[in-house]
């Protein structure tokens, strides 16, 4: 069985899909799946070993990328085509089923929106894929015997960011729990930038960030305590990990986009939704919350 699975551009909206391509896979264990997706995502699917094929999908002018695509899906007869960019391109390839997406934003959870295109009750939750390699090299950098403090201080853009001296503060009161801080973010000289002056505040920390395959930092996420950092891929992704997760978010709607794992939570900023400053999310109010995620983690029944 041939299927193909367009999703998103962005890590996080990759990951949250993620779900519904495992629910794919166990319900046709057989199957063959060749993924599209944004360049900085193509790494999260390559480990799954159901994939086949990964297209990263790179803007063109004029949407030739789409053109693009058709070329390189035309000559395969899909079982299945799952179009989570409500594209449409399917619609011009031989598939026996297709399922899109409309495109856009609208309310509600992007995971339910997505499950929601098979009906598939409870959501299935975002997983991740590691190979070997990648969870062995997990082990050399974060060595059993620690409980690792995951820290994601980045986000897509500036008005996302918890301040870099709460992200300080934050860690020094739970290196007082125990805790080792390792800071994680992602590739390039603008996410270096803005991680640059908690890399100058936690000078002991690990600095994990940058560059890594998107299966070798879930592997190494799955071996931290606990994960704290703004509403971005590194947030979806350590939740799919199953490590306890707390989301930090202002100016982004946590009624669409909060972690969703075994063991997730979120703050959001004083005032209406979505409108909130991330410097008037206090320092306690985030320890607080973390904590009690791995209060939560304990009940459910967790290391």
């Not at 949250?16 to 997706?37: D, M």
């Not at 695509?69 to 899909?78: F, Q, S, V």
């Not at 620690?146 to 934050?170: C, H, M, Q, V």
Request: hydrophobic share 45%.
């Amino acid at each position: 069985m041939n299927i193909l699975f367009i999703t998103a551009n962005r890590l996080g909206d990759a990951v949250i899909s993620t779900g519904l391509l495992n629910a794919l896979i166990t319900r046709y264990p057989t199957a063959r799946v060749t993924v599209v997706c944004g360049p900085v995502a193509a790494s999260l699917f390559e480990p799954c070993p159901h994939v086949e094929r990964v297209i990263p999908l790179v803007k063109q002018r004029h949407d030739r990328h789409w053109l693009a695509l058709w070329r390189a899906c035309i000559g395969t007869r899909w079982d299945l085509a799952v179009d989570l960019r409500g594209s449409g391109v399917s619609l011009f390839l031989r598939a026996k089923r297709r399922r899109i997406l409309r495109g856009g934003r609208r309310p509600g959870r992007r995971l339910g929106h997505i499950a929601g295109l098979f009906g598939i009750a409870p959501w299935p939750l975002p997983v991740t894929w590691s190979t070997v390699e990648q969870r062995r090299r997990a082990v050399e950098l974060l060595p059993a015997g620690s409980r690792y403090l995951a820290l994601a201080p980045t986000a897509n853009w500036d008005g996302k960011i918890w301040p870099p001296e709460s992200f300080a503060a934050l860690a020094q009161d739970l290196t007082r729990e125990g805790f080792v801080p390792v800071l994680f973010y992602g590739p390039g000289e603008d996410e270096r930038r803005r991680a640059a002056q908690v890399i100058a505040l936690l000078p002991l920390a690990h600095d994990l960030g940058g560059g890594r395959p998107v299966g070798e930092v879930a592997a190494l996420l799955g071996r931290c305590a606990l994960f704290v950092g703004n509403d971005s891929g590194l947030m979806h992704l350590a939740a799919a990990s199953g490590i306890p997760t707390l989301g930090l978010f202002g100016p982004s709607k946590p009624s669409e986009y909060a972690p969703s794992g075994r063991c997730a939570a979120f703050v959001q900023a004083p005032g209406a939704e979505g409108e909130g400053a991330m410097v008037d999310i206090s320092v306690a109010e985030v320890r607080d919350a973390a904590l009690a995620l791995l209060a939560c983690q304990v009940s459910a029944g967790g290391g």
